[in-house]
């Protein structure tokens, strides 16, 4: 075999496998997108012209950031309020709760995304940078849905205490007599149960948790927090896609997340009082209305309470409320009415059912709907 | 093909007049020059911040850090998980390789060896989201039936330990997703290592009566080794590195030793899920982590260097 000829023929790809390696070594490292923010907004400065306050047409750039739980809910929110005001641009900046929170207390952004309320600490902050009270808005609520698969069993009904024992590993086949004493008409199989949970940080794992330790304290005796404590059994998947794929990639799996991401999954109905639950919209929203206000926060903050473990009828204890997070006042008019306008919009009845359309949210209660507007209407500008 | 490289300036025969520098060159050099400090910079710069933001992590009591035990007990099964993916997917992808880049350098028709260079060379250009969503939703129920026999029957062995996972989203499979992300990389340069084989060693040794297996085995990978080293290395360092895919496929999950059952961690897919949700002393410390891993990954460079280096008779490869 004549290798030179070899050689000649092979130079191009040769020199176009190195090209290609060196594009590879460039390009082939995306992956720190998930931390960083490339197009974080630059402030919440507007670069609006019109400095009338309150006037019709408005324009600029109003910047946010926060929690990725509302990040569809938002942009169906920016959708249909840039549809209202076309020179108006809102950018969200889905970078998760924690990260929304700082921007906004070091007043890198107009308003964040939350799916805790600022604690103490963040709200003397959010104070200084705004120069007034900032306030928290439960305009996101988003049940939580378990979701199993289990060919043959529909209608699964899990009560607070077996579902706890399911997720701490107690409970480890389909047809222990906990699920059967739940289910008396279900004909359960013998499959090992696999538990999937969030391997990231996340608001819904939070919840979830939250909602385990008040409903059954006895069975869930673990540290409440974002992260899924590491010393339980099971599986677990990257953000709310990885569950999902988890839970649809093997039979005997059960999951929690977002209720409008499970698709066709089947879904557990939950035991509140004596009675069992399915998820949907108005029952979040029923549960919302349950609970009482966070005691010691501000006048206008809204803070809800979620009581877990509540019996009221027809409501379902695991939901995610989401804030938006403002100040009560802007020195800047055209952020201000940004604001006020985007803000108000987010609370009408259109903008929550656009939210209900898009992120399967529950729409919040007119009455909550009312104090919300009021809180929003009591902005300061200028 | 890359024998173009100049000769140094110092082996330049002494009577040969000294070119008049014109404008062109003194550009050229200074450029090149100005390239060459940058990269310096760009790394210091990385790793000062890399201390600098890991240093509370260091001064932080330890019962504040991740698990409450300290930043070393936090980030060894990290550490653990990184290597141990990574080996998984060298083990896999160096012997495919080296057959793959042997058989384009010296067994297939000219023609196939075009297409099939190409085609690897396409692998390496696949955005890592799209392996870790193949790898969960394809490989990993495909692979799993493998991984139950393997815990069933070789479950004796620490690292096949049962249960095995339901979901097959395990350590092996994430080293196999990992096989198949570094594959394009040993490959195209070994296969340009095995191309630069002296044609009269590869002659020399047909002709002494050797099958073209002995040949291979006598003459080309000899002269590749450390060509073939280096690209091992660079696949390691791509594997190490690896976080999208990784924190896709993989259950992740506290340290242990099973490969087959759900668990482990690897530094860069531990980063890209905590750090969005992350604050406070929690983002000092996973930035130590990846300091950490800045480490692995440089010494594992410059043991590359070094092997490739201490053989550089051989030219070329280096």
């Known amino acids: ?382 | 093909m890359t024998t173009t490289a100049k000769p140094p300036p110092a082996e330049r025969p002494a009577t040969t007049p000294r070119a008049k520098a014109r404008p062109g060159d003194r550009i050229f050099s200074r450029s090149a020059q100005v390239a060459g400090i940058l990269i310096l910079v760009i790394l210091a710069g990385v790793a000062a911040f890399l201390v600098r933001e890991a240093l509370p992590t260091f001064t932080a009591d330890s019962s504040e850090i991740d698990g409450g035990e300290g930043f070393f007990s936090y980030v060894w099964p990290l550490v653990f998980g990184t290597l141990a993916a990574a080996v998984i997917a060298l083990i896999v992808a160096t012997p495919l390789a080296l057959g793959i880049a042997l058989f384009i350098s010296h067994y297939a028709p000219r023609r196939l060896a075009q297409g099939l260079g190409y085609i690897v060379d396409l692998l390496a250009a696949i955005p890592s989201v799209v392996f870790g969503l193949w790898g969960i939703q394809w490989l990993a129920p495909q692979v799993q039936p493998a991984w139950s026999w393997l815990a069933d029957n070789l479950g004796f062995i620490p690292i096949f330990t049962g249960p095995a996972s339901a979901t097959g989203r395990t350590m092996m499979t994430a080293g196999l997703v990992l096989a198949v992300m570094i594959l394009p990389i040993i490959t195209a340069i070994a296969r340009e290592v095995f191309l630069q084989t002296p044609t009269l060693h590869e002659e020399a040794a047909l002709a002494l009566g050797a099958t073209r297996w002995e040949m291979i085995r006598m003459a080309v990978i000899p002269f590749g080794r450390p060509g073939i080293i280096s690209g091992i290395m660079l696949g390691l360092g791509r594997a190490l590195g690896e976080t999208m895919a990784v924190a896709m496929v993989l259950s992740t999950g506290g340290f242990t030793w099973s490969m087959v059952t759900a668990g482990n961690n690897t530094i860069a897919a531990e980063i890209a899920l905590d750090f969005p949700e992350s604050s406070g002393l929690k983002t000092n410390t996973l930035i130590a982590a990846g300091l950490v891993l800045f480490a692995i990954t440089l010494a594992v460079n410059m043991f590359a260097r070094w092997i490739v280096s201490r053989r550089s008779e051989f030219s070329g490869a280096n």
Not at chain 1, 70 to 90: L, M, R, Y
């Open chain 1, 1 to 382: 075999m004549n290798l030179s000829i070899v050689r000649r023929t092979l130079a191009p790809v040769a020199v176009a496998s190195a090209a290609a390696l060196v594009l590879a070594a460039c390009g082939s490292d995306p992956d720190t997108s998930n931390s960083s923010n490339e197009d974080t907004p630059d402030g919440g400065n507007s670069e609006g012209t019109d400095g009338d306050a309150g006037g019709e047409s408005l324009s600029g750039t109003l910047n946010g950031a926060g929690a990725s739980s509302q990040e569809s809910a938002v942009q169906a929110w920016i959708a249909g309020f840039q549809g209202q005001h076309p020179d108006v641009t809102v950018n969200y900046a889905p970078e998760g709760s924690g990260a929304g929170r700082e921007q906004f207390t070091s007043g890198a952004v107009a308003f964040a995304g939350s799916d805790a309320a600022l604690d103490e600490e963040e709200l003397a902050a959010a104070e200084t940078a705004c120069g007034a009270p900032a306030v928290d808005l439960p305009l996101f609520i988003d049940p939580i849905a378990v979701a199993y698969n289990l060919p043959g069993v529909d209608n699964l009904q899990l009560g607070p205490v077996t579902l706890a024992n399911i997720f701490n590993g107690t409970i480890t086949t389909w047809n222990d007599p906990a699920i059967a004493a739940d289910n008396p008409d279900a004909t359960l199989p013998d499959t090992a149960i696999t538990p999937v949970h969030r391997s990231d940080e996340s608001g819904t794992t939070e919840n979830f948790v939250e909602y385990l330790a008040a409903a059954a304290p006895e069975a869930w005796t673990y540290e409440v927090s974002g992260e899924w404590p590491s010393e339980l059994p099971g599986e677990a998947g990257a953000q709310t896609p990885g569950v999902i794929a988890a839970v649809q990639a093997a039979e005997g799996t059960i999951g929690y997340a977002s209720a409008a991401a499970v698709g066709d999954l089947q879904t557990a109905a939950i035991g509140v009082g004596s009675e069992f639950v399915e998820y949907s919209a108005e029952a979040a929203a029923v549960v919302v209305d349950a609970s009482p206000r966070a005691e010691g926060r501000a006048e206008n903050d809204i803070v809800i309470e979620l009581a877990r473990d509540t019996t009221e009828s027809g409501a379902y204890p695991i939901v995610l409320i989401s804030y938006t997070i403002v100040c009560t006042a802007y020195s800047d008019p055209a952020v201000g009415d940004l604001v006020k306008a985007y803000v108000g919009y987010v609370a009408s009845d259109e903008g929550q059912q656009a939210a209900a359309a898009a992120a399967g949210s529950a729409p919040i209660s007119p009455e909550l709907q009312s104090e919300v507007q009021a809180v929003v209407e009591s902005i300061e500008v200028g």
